[in-house]
């Protein structure tokens, strides 16, 4: 069986750590993986920060800076063949979809790749107060800008899910990642709230659709392991009951670690 950890960070993450990507490849090469796939977040369309609300920071550290693609890809590359014999390295981005701005992702895509190996197809903004908001910054913020902007915590999911459903039938040209990423981000703060969180009826209904949407494109899902280890989420994104329902479905599930430091890297395999 193929290891690997689909899903990384690095130092050029301004909301991770300050480890050296080299660092996090030692741990994978000691952990026994085969496959490490280096998936940074890709630089936000410099628009997104005057449509936004809330926090500016919550845009402005959401994803690398535009002129460190260059670095980033060149350091990527050249570590990839630096450790070629102990560990498959794949470069990629984690890239965000955002429905307004679909032209300036194919854009980027377009011009960056044909040197990445991999990647990740996520959403983390939606509509919400004031503008676009983040969805995982902090509860507070989840709850005044996205909650509050919605009605409930359950209309908010929606809202992420048909988003997410939008990414999977986006045009983003031949380019586009093909592993869709945390598909339940949305219950991140799940028990930071007191009800309403729970999976209902609807919610699997629209999750089923999205499975069938993720199927009907030969994609993959990303099987993200670090909502284990957020205090108010405690589940994988997304959790058991979707995980095996994908697997009923033959839809390929590729388990990433979401690592932002070195020491998290392999976490719940």
Known sequence: MLKKDGHTHTEFCPHGSNDDVELYIRSAIQQGFSHYAI???A???????????GAPKVVETGAMALTDVRYYLQKMHALKHKYASDITIEV??????????ENWTRDFLAEYGKQLDDGILSVHFLPGKDGYRGIDFSPED???GIIGYYGDFAKARSAYFDMVAASIEADLGSYKPKRIGHLSLCQKFQHYFNEGTEWTAQAMEQMTELLQSVKRRNYELDYNAAGLFKDYCRETYPPEQVVQRAKQMGIPLVYGSDAHQASEVGRGY
């Open 43 to 53: 630089p936000l369309p410099p628009e997104l920060l005057e449509q936004s609300g």
């Open 92 to 101: 990629g981005f984690e890239v965000d979809y955002l429905k307004p701005f």
């Open 142 to 144: 989840y709850q005044e």
């Open 39 to 41: 998936t940074e977040h």
